[in-house]
């Protein structure tokens, strides 16, 4: 079963994090000084906010695989939807390693469908898998 994944960008980490947290009646499954996320059943999203110094609000909505064949699958229905796309492959980001697709709908909205295969030491780049 998929999971909607929303990312915000935030002025104020701990702020954003306290708001969610009541929000949700949940403290964040991953938290890190500078981002936090919510796995969430009840509705079924992805929610995480990082905090940035530029824009904030929505930085991109998404869908997340829990296989890769899930992925594959999302990847199919990004090609018949249009738009642009663009296969990012394996990557790091958001302290996990995930194989990701990118698609820009025709209003600028940006879309990600995504599998996580594990975490990872830092926000982006190139880490190692951690457990």
């Given at each position: ?60 909505l ?31 980001c ?9 698609v ?28």
């Amino acid at each position: 079963m998929k999971r909607m994944h929303v990312m915000l960008r935030v002025k104020d980490l701990d702020e954003a994090t306290r708001f969610y947290s009541s929000l949700f009646d949940a403290a964040p499954t991953t938290q890190k000084p500078d981002y936090a996320k919510w796995m969430l059943d009840d509705p079924r999203v992805n929610f995480s906010i990082a905090e940035k110094d530029d824009e904030f609000g929505i930085e991109h909505l998404g869908i997340q695989a829990e296989t890769p064949d899930e992925l594959e699958e999302l990847r199919g229905r990004i090609d018949r939807a249009g738009g642009t796309v663009s296969n990012e492959g394996e990557t790091t980001c958001c302290y996990a390693n995930s194989d990701k697709t990118w698609v820009v709908d025709q209003q600028g909205v940006s879309w990600e469908a995504f599998y996580t295969s594990g975490a990872a030491e830092a926000y982006d780049g190139e880490e190692s898998a951690v457990a």
